[in-house]
């Protein structure tokens, strides 16, 4: 038989703190709130709160900033290497790969948010449908494409699954490029500002509506549509680019 030892409250807040980061309550880069509100919340001693928070510290969870307070990391996931993203967001082929990526995660992201959202997720979801709106106004494809990823986002944290909102959080750069380059070609077409819009909105309707495969099913119809038009202009690109050089080589 084994000494029984008592469990440290410094444990148990440290482990709130993380169950915070691992759902999104705690967002990578954010300020901790201050340890006197850390103790009123928690209803602990001070010393407690300092001790848990020395504890995500030494697991590199949280790092602190001289006269500036506690922050999450925002570079918990670095195994994830930026440059090779930065590769990825270079290469054509790559483009193909990330929407089929995009259109297995958005989709189950949606299911979920439909099934599992709170009323708060479900309100910062809207908040963010209409963020995009405002955005396609602007007539900047890059503003726009971070309204969408932000969009995405809030999905995310409503399917309460913390591997999806993480995974995508640490992909940010490279989807937002992503969809910032799908935007802009996908532009050229007259009616397509109007088709966005009623994709969103369909789905935001079928998360808001509690209906998961309605959800899914209006993502996957969306990215598949992209994918067919982005292969489309691909295609006649290239094609234009073969006529082009075979009138200079006879020129």
């Known amino acids: ?54 504890k995500l510290e030494a697991k590199g969870l949280v790092i602190r900033k001289q006269g500036g307070g506690t922050f999450v990391c925002d570079n918990q996931l670095k195994g994830l290497a930026d440059p090779l993203f930065d590769l990825m967001s270079k290469t054509p082929s790559t483009q193909f790969d990330l929407l089929e990526f995009r259109l297995g995660v958005e989709g189950m992201a949606a299911y979920y948010a439909a099934m599992r959202g709170t009323p708060s997720d479900l309100k910062k979801i809207q908040n963010k449908f209409e963020a995009i709106g405002l955005a396609q106004i602007e007539n900047d494809p890059r503003l726009e494409a971070e ?25 940010a750069s ?19 500002f109007e088709r966005m819009r009623n994709y969103h909105k369909k789905l935001l309707a079928a998360i808001l509506s509690g209906k998961p495969q309605k959800a899914w099913n209006e993502s996957h119809t969306h990215l598949t549509f992209v994918e067919k038009e982005l292969l489309l202009q691909t295609q006649e690109q290239s094609a234009i680019r073969r006529s082009r050089s075979g009138m200079q080589r006879y020129a």
């Open 1 to 54: 038989m084994r000494r029984v030892q008592s469990r440290k409250i410094s444990d148990d807040i440290m482990e709130q703190l993380e169950s915070m980061m691992l759902d999104g309550r705690l967002a990578a880069g954010q300020k901790l709130p201050p340890e006197r509100t850390l103790t009123e919340q928690f209803e602990v001693s001070r010393p407690s709160v300092r001790e848990a928070i020395q």
């Open 147 to 171: 309204a969408v990823f932000d969009f995405f986002i809030a999905i995310c944290v409503a399917s309460q699954n913390s591997i999806f909102l993480h995974l995508v959080r640490s992909m």
């Open 174 to 192: 490279l989807i937002t490029d992503n969809l910032e380059r799908h935007i802009t070609m996908l532009a050229r077409s007259p009616d397509m």
